[in-house]
């Protein structure tokens, strides 16, 4: 997480425990049988307007009823507190019990403490029998695992409903909730037609306040807030989300759920006017898969990625933000059996150019499991094209342990070592080849080579790229380096040839190394 003095801070809409749940404008649906039942949205109904309305009410009051309150419980072990008397009890043969007294010997009560938690937020209905979507992060339970114990269901007319968890997925924070009746509903809409500047109103549970309507306009499509993933892509509004919003519908004015609202970018957890949602594109497969209980599918390549800044587009000498650079390769994973290369630089998948807002992790994820896509690369300077076999992403856990770097190994005692020596002063770095010695130090794997970093320059631009005294630099340029001398020569190199920056691959300590973009030009 970012200081707020740097960045904007990434929020999850959602409510806490504390806030007062008060309800919303009390609705009476008379429900028909299932069977005779047509969305609240459905073209029947909702005729679209041209030009911005006057009112938002009547669409307002027609799809209010489908929108849902999201009420959570979980109770989590509370670490007891240290208590000054139990050391000097003890001492006597006395345990104090969790209720203030005491008890002799052994038979004291040493039971953990535990409080309730929760939260608030919002989902919607998409079928008259009850199927609810929300976000996943609002039913996750508090360590990151699990869910949480209840769930609860709100509708507008104030009824509560237990809900069963049918399915969730951790990658695009969506889940799927059931609760038994007859209800309103919505249908989707198609998130693909929607352009910047047209009107949209969200509807959910701010602060737990119940239903609650804003209205604004997509202000962008396909924002990117984490860099990386096929689901960070975002449509961003200045219709007013704040914590509680989580998991509630996005809507357009023919009142179709273009998207999923999520999250929001403020330094203050309030709104201000930059909310993000989930489009429907994205969403409406996911939903689909859990509502047949099946796990979504997904593709995957096996690969780890990095944006091409402007410093690592010209050491490499290929267009910024027209394709993304391959940090690392699992093991026999689709894109090493394709072929591919740390280093290689990704611009095409199946046809279609990889930009900021077609990211490869989104084009290979939206692939179909099994095909064959081909993969334009740029390596060494070269255009040249792969195939890789698309494989099925695999859980949540296993992609973390896969990117997870090596543990450490002991290797050879070497106790010698050589005074540091300082590359060119426009690097900003004193290095030092990597001993046995050093890569035990640094948690390295045995046989670890390169050039470890002993002293950084805080003027330099490698202390501006957050280059750290204990970083490995395993290659300059895409070639290995193992002495500082070949560093140096790489980077003399790259200035000859014209370039104004060199790319190199760091390593720190058991975490995956990352291409960083260094500035040779003198400061």
């Known amino acids: 997480m970012t200081s707020p003095k740097e960045l904007p801070i990434v929020r999850y809409a959602y409510g806490v425990a504390a806030a007062v749940l008060l309800g ?121 695992t699990g869910t949480v114990d209840t769930v609860t269901v709100i509708t507008t007319d104030r009824r509560e409903f237990p809900a069963r968890i049918v399915g969730r997925d951790q990658a695009s924070d969506l889940a799927l909730l059931k609760i038994q009746g007859t209800f309103p509903f919505v249908n989707w809409g198609d998130s693909t037609r929607s352009r910047v500047g047209d009107w949209v109103v969200a509807i959910g549970n701010p602060y737990g306040l119940g239903g609650t309507v804003t209205a604004g306009i997509i202000s962008a499509l396909h924002r990117g807030i984490t860099g990386s993933g096929a689901y960070d892509r975002y449509i961003q509004t200045d219709a007013a989300i704040n914590m509680g919003n989580s998991g509630g519908p996005m809507f357009d004015l023919n009142g179709n759920v273009i998207g999923i609202n999520s999250a929001l970018i403020s330094p203050n957890g309030a709104s201000v006017g930059i909310g993000l949602a989930i489009p429907a594109e994205l969403a409406k497969p996911v939903i689909d898969s859990l509502r047949r209980g099946q796990a979504p599918q997904r593709g995957y ?63 290979i994820a939206n692939s179909q499991v099994g095909s064959r896509v081909p993969i334009d690369i740029v390596r060494g300077g070269r255009r040249q094209t792969v195939t890789a076999v698309v494989a099925q992403r695999p859980s949540e856990d296993e992609v973390t342990k896969q990117a997870g770097g090596p543990g450490n190994d002991s290797g050879t005692d070497d106790s010698t070592t050589t005074p540091p020596a300082t590359t060119p002063r426009t690097l900003g770095l004193s290095l030092q080849p990597v001993t046995p010695v050093i890569a035990r130090t640094l948690n390295l794997p045995a046989g670890a080579r390169g050039v470890v970093i002993v002293a950084v320059d805080p003027n330099s631009d490698a202390s501006d790229k957050g280059i750290q005294r204990g970083d490995v630099i395993l290659s300059v340029q895409q070639q290995p380096v193992t002495t500082p001398a070949q560093v140096a020569a790489a980077v003399d190199a790259a200035r000859r040839a014209g370039r104004t920056s060199v790319l190199m691959l760091i390593k720190r300590g058991s975490s995956p190394e990352a291409f960083v973009g260094i500035d040779i030009r003198p400061r």
Do not use: C, W
């Not at 090493?336 to 807002?357: F, K, M």
């Open 301 to 363: 390549l096996g690969i780890g990625l990095q944006p091409l800044d402007e410093n690592i587009a010209s050491s490499l000498g290929v267009a910024k933000d027209r394709g993304e650079i391959v940090r690392s390769l699992v093991p026999n994973g689709a894109a090493s059996r394709a072929g591919l290369q740390q280093g290689d630089v990704i611009v095409g998948v199946g046809g279609r150019s990889v930009t900021p807002d077609e990211t490869v992790s989104y084009l």
């Open 24 to 144: 919303g404008t009390a609705f009476s649906i008379a429900a028909g049988p299932v069977g005779a039942q047509v969305a609240q949205n459905s073209p029947s109904t909702m005729a679209p307007r041209p030009g911005a309305p006057m009112s938002f009410a009547d669409l307002a009051a027609r799809l209010q009823p489908a929108v849902v309150n999201i009420s959570t419980k979980q109770r989590v072990a509370v670490q007891n507190q240290a208590d000054p008397l139990q050391e000097f009890f003890r001492r006597f043969g006395v345990q104090p019990d969790d209720q203030g007294g005491s008890s002799g010997g052994s038979g004291g009560g040493s039971g953990s403490r535990t409080r309730e938690t929760g939260s608030l937020g919002s989902g919607f209905i998409i079928s008259p029998d009850g199927y609810v979507v929300t976000n996943n992060h609002l039913i996750q339970g508090a360590n990151g």
